[in-house]
């Protein structure tokens, strides 16, 4: 069955950087596109970042670009996110979430991982 | 940026009835409009997808319809297991940025 394991969250100082990590399973991951979203805690969602099958296209949120770099290793079947200059409004739980490959629909997704951005 | 506009924000229903959830767009997403579900503690998880597919595995009382601005999720007859919190999902043409709905949260009564 598909699975999305997401790791690397934790508590880190305004300003410092976390990368974030998706292993995946269970499906192709070369094949499709991926996407993280996050959700700040008791609150929506929020689209945060996509990549392409390929690794030749990445789009992002206003809110986090030019800080956030999206990428993935299909050899590896892994998603990461690099998270430079953290705010405290980045704080969410951050989820990954495989592509249907509309670019539009997330049909399978990770339990998420906390980032919490704190002094 | 399209917003959508989900209501009502909260839904007091008994298991058993008929639950309806609206979501409006600022402007047209033909239908390329999605709706998940959330439970506490859990991820998200996909319901229906092109405004109108269930997605694989999801039980046919739970339907969608709508395109254009206006979209609907119907749960036909409500069970324990479907109080949850209900998100709308649409993508911008291009560049591709999607971007969900506020939430309705249906609750027991």
């Known amino acids: 069955q598909v699975q999305l394991v997401e790791s690397g969250g934790g508590v880190v100082q305004p300003g410092r950087s976390l990368r974030l990590s998706c292993a995946t399973s269970g499906f192709t991951f070369s094949a499709y596109p991926m996407h993280w979203v996050r959700q700040a805690p008791g609150k929506g969602l929020e689209w945060v970042a996509l990549i392409s099958y390929d690794r030749s296209d990445t789009y992002y949120a206003d809110s986090v670009k030019g800080r956030f770099t999206i990428s993935r290793d299909n050899s590896n079947n892994t998603l990461y996110l690099q998270m430079n200059t953290l705010r405290p409004e980045d704080t969410a739980v951050y989820f990954c979430a495989r592509d249907l490959s509309d670019l539009t629909t997330l049909v399978n997704w990770g339990q998420g991982t906390l980032v919490t951005v704190s002094s | 940026e399209i917003v959508l506009t989900q209501s009502p924000a909260t839904l007091s229903l008994s298991p058993g009835e008929r639950a309806t959830l609206s979501c409006r767009a600022s402007?047209?997403?033909?239908?390329?409009l999605a709706w998940y579900q959330q439970k506490p503690g859990q991820a998200p998880r996909l319901l229906i997808y092109?405004?109108?597919s269930r997605a694989t595995g999801i039980p046919a009382r739970f339907s969608g319809s709508g395109s254009g601005t206006d979209f609907t999720l119907t749960i036909s007859s409500l069970e324990p297991e479907d109080f949850a919190v209900y998100y709308c999902?649409?993508?911008?043409?291009?560049?591709?940025?999607?971007?969900f709905g506020g939430g309705t949260k249906v609750e027991i009564k």
């Open positions: 092109d405004a109108s």
């Open positions: 999902q649409q993508r911008s043409n291009w560049p591709p940025a999607l971007t």
């Open positions: 402007q047209s997403v033909n239908s390329n």
